[in-house]
Antibody, heavy 122, light 108 residues
Framework: QLQLQESGPGLVKPSETLSLTCSVS??????????WAWIRQPPGKGLEWIGH???????FYNPSLKSRLTMSVDTSKNQFSLRLSSVTAADTSLYFC??????????????WGPGILVTVSS | SSELTQDPAVSVALGQTVRITCQGD??????ASWYQQKPGQAPSLVFY???GRPSGIPDRISGSRSGNTASLTITGAQAEDEADYYC???????????FGGGTKLTVL
């Protein structure tokens, strides 16, 4: 059974860089039919797609975050990561990692991590 | 436009049928997928594409599309169906993702 687990600091200071890692177990991150994604949810609000990455390194970012965002994959550890720079209070959210299945032109998140709350505060 | 619009809240009587809708131009070209989120939990996939239902999802949950509108229909709503529901699609770019604002379903 595929499982994803987010990890990283729960508290980040304003203007600093938020760094999160998602560990994947039960499947290879090098699957050719999957992307690996980050989604966030501010407290009490809806879901926002942050971006996704392919195991070979191709990235697709939300245009509103693109200038601050870096995603990467470590196939040796079966992990992928998110770095969001120059954070503000508006980046306080529950951050989820998820697998994005891209088979037969369908595009859906079939597995999600439990989420990690990241608060931006001094 | 890459936006997906959902009604913020919908209610249904126990055992009745409810339709949750999602509108957006991108839906003319791409299928939606639907996610259920209960309080304190991560979202989970409940329907995708034309007729995709993940293992464990009952067949009383179904999806459809007409023009620029995708719908999630729950037939014979149960108490456990009370949750937030989000639609998602590709945006006009094709490789980006957009979510609807979510619909809070209350089962009365």
């Amino acid at each position: 059974q595929l499982q994803l687990q987010e990890s990283g600091p729960g508290l980040v200071k304003p203007s600093e860089t938020l760094s999160l890692t998602c560990s994947v177990s039960g499947a290879s991150i090098s699957s050719t039919s999957n992307y690996w994604a980050w989604i966030r949810q501010p407290p009490g609000k809806g879901l926002e797609w942050i971006g996704h990455v392919y195991y070979r390194g191709s990235t697709f970012y939300n245009p509103s975050l693109k200038s601050r965002l870096t995603m990467s994959v470590d196939t040796s550890k079966n992990q992928f990561s998110l770095r969001l720079s120059s954070v503000t209070a508006a980046d306080t959210s529950l951050y989820f990692c998820a697998r994005l299945d891209d088979v037969a032109a369908l595009f859906y998140f079939d597995y999600w991590g439990p989420g990690i709350l990241v608060t931006v505060s001094s | 436009s890459s936006e997906l619009t959902q009604d913020p809240a919908v209610s249904v009587a126990l055992g009745q049928t409810v339709r949750i809708t999602c509108q957006g131009d991108t839906l003319r070209n791409f299928y939606a997928s639907w996610y259920q989120q209960k309080p304190g939990q991560a979202p989970s996939l409940v329907f995708y594409g034309k007729n995709g239902r993940p293992s464990g999802i009952p067949d009383r949950i179904s999806g459809s599309r007409s023009g620029n509108t995708a719908s999630l229909t729950i037939t014979g709503a149960q108490a456990e169906d009370e949750a937030d529901y989000y639609c998602k699609s590709r945006d006009s770019n094709g490789n980006h993702v957009t979510f609807g604002g979510g619909t809070k379903l209350t089962v009365l």
